[in-house]
């Protein structure tokens, strides 16, 4: 069973790689390399469904899903955070079926110091916290990891330059553009809708966007592609549709490796004062302007008594390959896998896959849809309960910032 589950979700993922078209445009977003770069984003997801009738009483399931991620990118500093919180609860269709419910809180950051070139090595450290309430679990203390160790590598967000093409295929669609836009423009472009952040603290959030498209249309101008010399008012509004109405999916391209010691604060068990090690790789690669790949391998131990392989050994592997279909809709894709491999010979070692495949459909600049399946297989020596547990849902996410 878990060989077979293997083998399908390797062959869906491999026919989704191999299915990557290759861009028909001549500049591609790998051609993006300015490292200045700031991004946040949160949002607040929700999910419900119940169902009575023909079963001894009703039974319902829902989460509450909270997501928030920065990047601040300098030439030579990086700077990442992330916040995931989930809150789930349900009851079964049986009468002794009672209500459950699980809080899981969690949240890492990263600081990487370029050394010199800033696309070759770095140093960095980290921390990562957690917390949660499992029905049933005894191992709910507060979580906490230090990390500091040296890199190589770089991935660069390229976000600005596809929205910089997004713009001059809406402005080329509309007749506001004439003549071959070449790759110079497309890059100088991108770097001053990259600079957003530095609008804003330079003019104030009311008054940036002026001062912000006026640049832009200065590049353009220069270039001797506007129509009419000028943007005029349905070329503001077709950029301001792009940049601030729409949501742009993230396009990021490169890659990094490093190698780190860790000191185990706390974990969900009590267990403290362990130092351990693990190492990282991470790729990211758009194909074409739709496919966007990113894809993480990670390994870690604890190093129980100074003293290498007597604690359990942990892999794991976030791969993600999202199309963008339309402006308005997003195909997005995930599988990670986690491997527990113990040390001792009283415990079983655990496979834990789960595959997410779903759309999102962006109703406003701050409202999301979200339909999808999600298949979930946890395999842990003779666990008798080694199934797929596959399920539907649909999401409405709040885009807050």
């Given at each position: 069973m878990k060989t077979k589950l293997k083998a399908k979700l390797m062959c869906l993922l491999s026919g989704l790689v191999i299915a990557l078209p290759v861009s028909t445009f001549a500049?591609?977003?790998?051609?993006?390399?300015?490292?200045?770069?700031?991004?946040?984003?949160?949002?607040?997801?929700l999910q419900f469904n119940a169902s009575d009738g023909n079963q001894d009483q009703a039974s319902y399931s829902g989460a509450a899903m909270i997501n928030y991620d920065m990047e601040y990118s300098t030439l030579p500093l990086k700077w990442d955070a992330s916040v995931r919180g989930k809150a789930d609860f349900n009851r079964g269709s049986d009468d002794e079926d009672n209500s459950t419910k699980n809080i899981?809180?969690?949240g890492d950051t990263t600081v990487k110091k370029y050394l010199g070139?800033?696309?070759?090595?770095?140093?960095?450290?980290?921390?990562?916290?957690?917390?949660?309430?499992?029905?049933?679990?005894?191992?709910?203390?507060?979580?906490?990891k230090m990390s500091a160790g040296i890199g190589y590598g770089r991935i660069t967000n390229a976000t600005p330059l596809m929205e910089a093409v997004r713009c001059i295929e809406d402005l080329t669609k509309y007749g506001l553009i004439a003549g071959e836009v070449t790759d110079d423009v497309y890059l100088k472009l991108a770097d001053v809708i990259a600079k957003e952040s530095e609008?804003?603290?330079?003019?104030?959030?009311?008054?940036?966007?002026?001062?912000?498209?006026?640049?832009?249309?200065?590049?353009?101008?220069?270039?001797?592609?506007?129509?009419?010399?000028?943007?005029?008012?349905?070329?503001?509004i077709r950029i301001q549709d792009i940049l601030t109405d729409e949501q742009v999916l993230q396009r990021k391209h490169g890659?990094?490796?490093?190698?780190?010691?860790?000191?185990?604060?706390s974990d969900y068990s009590g267990e403290d004062d362990d130092p351990g090690m693990g190492i990282y790789y991470e790729y990211a690669k758009p194909?074409?302007?739709?496919?966007?790949?990113?894809?993480?391998?990670?390994?870690?131990?604890?190093?129980v008594d100074n003293e290498f392989g007597d604690a359990a050994h942990k892999i794991s592997n976030s791969l993600a390959v999202n199309y963008e279909m339309t402006d308005k809709i997003d195909w997005e894709n995930?599988?990670?896998?986690?491997?527990?491999?113990?040390?001792?010979?009283?415990?079983?070692?655990?496979?834990?896959?789960m595959l997410d495949t779903g759309l999102r459909f962006y109703v406003s600049n701050t409202i999301d849809a979200k339909a999808g399946l999600q298949f979930v297989h946890k395999d842990q020596g003779?666990?008798?309960?080694?199934?797929?547990d596959s399920r539907l849902y649909f999401q409405m996410i709040y885009t807050i910032f």
């Open positions: 500049i591609e977003l790998t051609d993006y390399l300015d490292p200045n770069y700031q991004y946040q984003n949160a949002e607040l997801g899981i809180i969690d070139d800033y696309t070759g090595p770095f140093v960095y450290g980290g921390l990562v916290l957690g917390i949660r309430d499992l029905e049933g679990s005894e191992d709910n203390d507060p979580y906490a609008y804003k603290s330079r003019y104030s959030n009311r008054e940036y966007e002026k001062y912000w498209y006026e640049d832009m249309e200065i590049i353009l101008k220069e270039a001797g592609i506007l129509r009419n010399e000028t943007l005029g008012a349905l070329g503001i890659w990094e490796a490093g190698v780190q010691l860790d000191y185990l604060i194909y074409g302007f739709k496919w966007q790949m990113i894809d993480r391998v990670e390994y870690s131990t604890i190093l995930m599988w990670k896998l986690d491997i527990i491999l113990e040390s001792d010979s009283d415990y079983d070692d655990t496979y834990l896959n003779d666990n008798p309960d080694d199934k797929v």
